[in-house]
Nanobody, 126 residues
Framework: QVQLVESGGGLVQAGGSLKLSCAAS?????????MGWFRQAPGKEREFVAA????????YYADSVKGRFTISRDNAKKTVYLQMNSLKPEDTAVYYC??????????????????WGQGTQVTVSS
């Protein structure tokens, strides 16, 4: 049974940093062709934040986070990370980790991902 468990969320002031982690279990981690982070703010649709290829050699970001967020993965630890710097109140959302077995629909598309975590709350105060 595949499980993705996010951690690292919390409350931070604008301009601060947080690092999210997503630990995977139940499947060989390197089999995930794509790992991504999405977020959903209250009253809004879930949106793409960042993604990384199986090797970690390719990364993708939403324009709204480019230059502030960094995604990485450690296949030995079966973990993907999202380093978030220069946080803004508009970054407030529940952040979800996702894993996909292929990349057929593109890294930024929800339908690419086969497994999802439960989410971790990130709140940025002004």
């Amino acid at each position: 049974q595949v499980q993705l468990v996010e951690s690292g969320g919390g409350l931070v002031q604008a301009g601060g940093s947080l690092k999210l982690s997503c630990a995977a279990s139940g499947r060989t981690f390197s089999s995930y062709a794509s790992m991504g982070w999405f977020r959903q703010a209250p009253g809004k649709e879930r949106e793409f934040v960042a993604a990384i290829s199986w090797s970690g050699g390719n990364t993708y970001y939403a324009d709204s986070v480019k230059g502030r967020f960094t995604i990485s993965r450690d296949n030995a630890k079966k973990t993907v990370y999202l380093q978030m710097n220069s946080l803004k109140p508009e970054d407030t959302a529940v952040y979800y980790c996702a894993a996909g077995l292929d990349t057929g629909w593109g890294y930024s598309k929800s339908r690419t991902y086969d497994y999802w975590g439960q989410g971790t709350q990130v709140t940025v105060s002004s």
